[in-house]
């Protein structure tokens, strides 16, 4: 089974960068989409940026777009997400997402990282 280790995450103020990091184990299996999510307090979780591997599409949330970037080391399976000029509203848990096909039983997977706190400080 993968799992997703993330790291990075760290308070800061507003107008700074940060870099948050997703690695996955068990890079045997085919990981095909990783992207994070975040979820602030008494909030929802939601989508924040993905990047998909078979069509080579990014997606990002309307509220990010222009601020954050997804990027992919393909080799390592390893996801990225740069962080510009931050607001306090994206402080919250950043939790990594991925999904893979596993060729043991030949089915697609999806899991989830432990999270890491982001906190942006106005």
């Known amino acids: 089974q993968v799992q997703l280790v993330e790291s990075g995450g760290g308070l800061v103020q507003a107008g700074s960068s940060l870099k948050v990091t997703c690695a996955a184990s068990?890079?045997?299996?085919?990981?095909?989409?990783m992207g994070w999510y975040r979820q602030a307090p008494g909030k929802q979780r939601e989508l924040v940026a993905t990047t998909t591997s078979t069509t080579g599409e990014t997606n990002y949330a309307d509220s990010v777009k222009g601020r954050f970037t997804i990027s992919r080391d393909e080799g390592d399976n390893t996801v990225y997400l740069q962080m510009n000029n931050l607001d306090p509203e994206d402080t919250g848990v950043y939790y990594c997402n991925a999904n893979y096909y596993n060729i043991y039983d030949r089915r697609w997977y999806e899991v989830w990282g432990q999270g890491t706190q982001v906190t942006v400080s106005s």
């Open positions: 068990r890079t045997i299996f085919a990981v095909d989409r």
